[in-house]
Nanobody, 122 residues
Framework: QVQLVESGGGLVQAGGSLRLSCAAS????????MGWFRQAPGKERDFVAA????????EYEDSVKGRFTISRDNAKNTVYLQMNSLKPEDTAVYYC???????????????WGQGTQVTVSS
């Protein structure tokens, strides 16, 4: 079992940057593939990015390609989401998720964090 805690959200102007972090408990973080999802008010939770347990493989939703980068540091039990060139439509609660299976863009992860709010002003 793993517990996930997101941080790094906040208010930023359009064109700005934020880096989200997701800290995982336990000593088996490297067993988990990790994902980032987001949910805007009144909308479903959508896939943003995923990274394999080794960090070699990544996957991105089309609208964030070239702007967002997912990475991980297994020594620090942390996964990151670097978000550049932010747009108002990126405003959402961002969640990290973990699973020992590779589920990629599907929301079938076993473990979820509580989320961190990202607000992008125009």
């Amino acid at each position: 079992q793993v517990q996930l805690v997101e941080s790094g959200g906040g208010l930023v102007q359009a064109g700005g940057s934020l880096r989200l972090s997701c800290a995982a408990s336990g000593r088996t973080f490297s067993r988990y593939h990790m994902g980032w999802f987001r949910q805007a008010p009144g909308k479903e939770r959508d896939f943003v990015a995923a990274i394999s347990r080794s960090g070699i493989s990544t996957e991105y939703e089309d609208s964030v390609k070239g702007r967002f980068t997912i990475s991980r540091d297994n020594a620090k039990n942390t996964v990151y989401l670097q978000m550049n060139s932010l747009k108002p439509e990126d405003t959402a609660v961002y969640y990290c998720a973990a699973d020992t299976r590779w589920v990629g863009a599907t929301p079938d992860y076993d473990y979820w964090g509580q989320g961190t709010q990202v607000t992008v002003s125009s």
